[in-house]
């Protein structure tokens, strides 16, 4: 499987750069990548919501009214959870535990599965080198010359303050080193341009990930 090769300057190259098909050349699992995505999602997510018990809520210490003589059914305050105002039953906490939890293996399973997807579509290119002089101007001039719109994942071996100050307003573009690729960013790419010297580490990073059957569901445990 070969793919598009540029220059450090943006032009095409002749060059045959040939990916590996045991990180590049799998059959997607559906069920698997869901679960990956989902579990990207669920972990980075945060218990923002809280309510209110009824003894959390402002007021409410005096008794409405006597207990006896009234007709009226008797309550001991007015912020019980059936009066207006009043605290939430069973609502948020603040507490809540979303993560969730794949194996190493089932993880690095499903990136190569994401990259083995995307590669079939021809969304994966690669880049001499990616040169940052810490500036905006020449990473959009690049883009431009590779001809690049949408979503844009740039994969490095290494990402220093040069290459974050070069990328971080760029929208659309985001940059991440080889052996932090996730399911979530490579689906959400439109196309993926990864370095020279990123390659080998994507592939040895992944080579060694075990294949889950097409039809066999990868076990994820949801942190009670």
Not at 203 to 212: D, E, I, M
Request: aromatic share 6%; hydrophobic share 40%; no cysteine.
């Amino acid at each position: 499987m070969t793919v598009l090769h540029y220059t450090k300057s943006g032009a095409k190259s002749d060059k045959a750069i040939k990916l590996d098909t045991s990180v590049f050349g799998l059959t997607p699992n559906d069920k698997l990548l869901s679960q990956a995505y989902k579990t990207y999602l669920a972990n980075g997510r945060t218990a923002n919501a809280k309510t209110l018990t009824r003894g959390e809520v402002r007021g409410g210490g005096k008794k409405p009214w006597r207990q006896k003589g009234t007709g009226r059914a008797r309550v001991g305050s007015s912020r019980v959870p059936n009066w207006r105002s009043g605290g939430v039953v069973f609502g948020a906490t603040g507490i809540e535990n979303y993560s969730m939890k794949m194996s190493t293996t089932t993880k690095r399973t499903a990136v190569a599965q994401a990259l083995s997807l995307q590669a079939s579509e021809k969304r994966i290119s690669i880049i001499e080198t990616f040169v940052s002089e810490g500036t905006v101007k020449p990473t959009v001039q690049l883009l431009g010359k590779l001809g690049l719109e949408g979503t844009i994942l740039l994969v490095l071996s290494q990402k220093d303050l040069l290459a974050d100050r070069a990328t971080r307003n760029i929208p659309g573009l985001k940059v991440v080193t080889a052996t932090y690729l996730n399911v979530f960013d490579i689906l959400n790419a439109d196309t993926i341009i990864m370095t020279e010297d990123a390659l080998p580490l994507v592939t040895a990073w992944l080579s060694g990930a075990a294949k889950v059957p097409a039809k066999k569901e990868a076990k994820v445990e949801a942190a009670s």
